[in-house]
T-cell receptor, first 115, second 110 residues
Framework: ETGVTQTPRHLVMGMTNKKSLKCEQH?????MYWYKQSAKKPLELMFV???????ENNSVPSRFSPECPNSSHLFLHLHTLQPEDSALYLC??????????????FGSGTRLTVV | GENVEQHPSTLSVQEGDSAVIKCTYS??????FPWYKQELGKRPQLIID?????GEKKDQRIAVTLNKTAKHFSLHITETQPEDSAVYFC?????????FGTGTRLTVIP
């Protein structure tokens, strides 16, 4: 286990359902991220939280709603999704310091299928 | 924002040969360049990284080179083995996050 845990690992949901993805990091990092990975657009950044504040939102449809209650937890709330939203959703964390970049630690991802 | 381009998208090499993956970036302020390996069905994992004050870094069979003037960096894998088969992603650091390339699927043929 790398220290970033995502649940569930697999999720099948109908277009009218509401579900949430959960990510938890035990690394003491101060930034967390949601990425969408699909065959068409690998590693597409969705949301960035730094010090629990959302700092980036890459034109993601409102049917995706992130929540970061504290620096260790990150959620992605899903509602009225479309079949094209089927993908692997990856959470990552890192320790961000001004002026320096650091590598991410990724979770194992949630494989989402929208039917 | 940063734009990272990665080539080739697929690469097949014979076991024992070398593999080279190249990336370019657009933002001259980027100062950190990691590489990730993602095996089938698994999470991306950091394999090597380089900062802008260094031109080359090596870790056993893996090396990364950086040319800040030309804004490109490359991953070199020598003496490739079947277990090197995976998708490799380059990235460049922005202010709050990493910008990833589109990935290279490397296949090492035994």
């Amino acid at each position: 286990e790398t220290g970033v845990t995502q649940t569930p690992r697999h999720l099948v949901m109908g277009m009218t359902n509401k579900k949430s993805l959960k990510c938890e990091q035990h690394l003491g990092h101060n930034a967390m991220y949601w990425y969408k990975q699909s065959a068409k657009k690998p590693l597409e950044l969705m949301f960035v939280y730094s010090l629990e504040e959302r700092v980036e939102n890459n034109s993601v449809p409102s049917r995706f709603s992130p929540e970061c209650p504290n620096s260790s937890h990150l959620f992605l709330h899903l509602h009225t999704l479309q079949p094209e939203d089927s993908a692997l959703y990856l959470c990552a964390s890192s320790q961000v310091s001004p002026g320096t970049g650091v590598g991410y630690t990724f979770g194992s991802g949630t494989r989402l299928t929208v039917v | 924002g940063e734009n990272v381009e990665q080539h080739p998208s697929t690469l097949s090499v014979q076991e024992g040969d070398s593999a080279v993956i190249k990336c370019t970036y657009s933002d001259s302020a980027s100062n950190y360049f990691p590489w990730y390996k993602q095996e089938l069905g698994k999470r991306p994992q950091l394999i090597i990284d380089i900062r802008s004050n260094v031109g080359e870094k090596k870790d056993q069979r893996i090396a990364v080179t950086l040319n800040k003037t030309a804004k490109h960096f490359s991953l070199h894998i020598t003496e490739t083995q079947p277990e090197d088969s995976a998708v490799y992603f380059c990235a460049a650091a922005g202010a709050n996050n990493l910008f990833f390339g589109t990935g290279t699927r490397l296949t090492v043929i035994p």
